[in-house]
Nanobody, 124 residues
Framework: EVQLVESGGALAQAGGSLRLSCVVS????????IAWFRQAPGKEREMISL????????HYGNSATGRFTMSADNAKNTVYLQMSGLKSEDTAVYYC?????????????????WGQGTQVTVSS
């Protein structure tokens, strides 16, 4: 069974930091591009970043503002999203997703496996 399990979402103060985690199981981590997306109420789901183990590269989407950093622990099949300088507009549900052999994509339809999401709420 494929599972992507996010954690780390919380209520945070503006200007604060959070680190999200996503543990991936049931797939070969190296075969997939693993991405972070977020979806705010009434808005489309947008890609933040994508990590590809084979190349070791991390790509950032247009929504990444320089305040977000994605990293990975290959031994633990886990990816992280470090968020700093949080703003109210960062309030959203954050999802982890896996796309087979995806090197880069910002389209949700390219990702076949999704986590349940973790809520980040930033209060100003």
């Amino acid at each position: 069974e494929v599972q992507l399990v996010e954690s780390g979402g919380a209520l945070a103060q503006a200007g604060g930091s959070l680190r999200l985690s996503c543990v991936v199981s049931g797939i070969t981590f190296a075969d997939y591009g693993i991405a972070w997306f977020r979806q705010a109420p009434g808005k489309e789901r947008e890609m933040i970043s994508l990590f590809r183990q084979l190349s070791g590269r991390t790509h950032y989407g247009n929504s990444a503002t320089g305040r977000f950093t994605m990293s990975a622990d290959n031994a633990k099949n886990t990816v992280y999203l470090q968020m700093s300088g949080l703003k109210s507009e960062d309030t959203a549900v954050y999802y982890c997703a896996a796309g087979y052999r995806i090197e880069y994509s910002d389209s949700p339809v390219d990702f076949v496996y999704w986590g349940q999401g973790t809520q980040v709420t930033v209060s100003s």
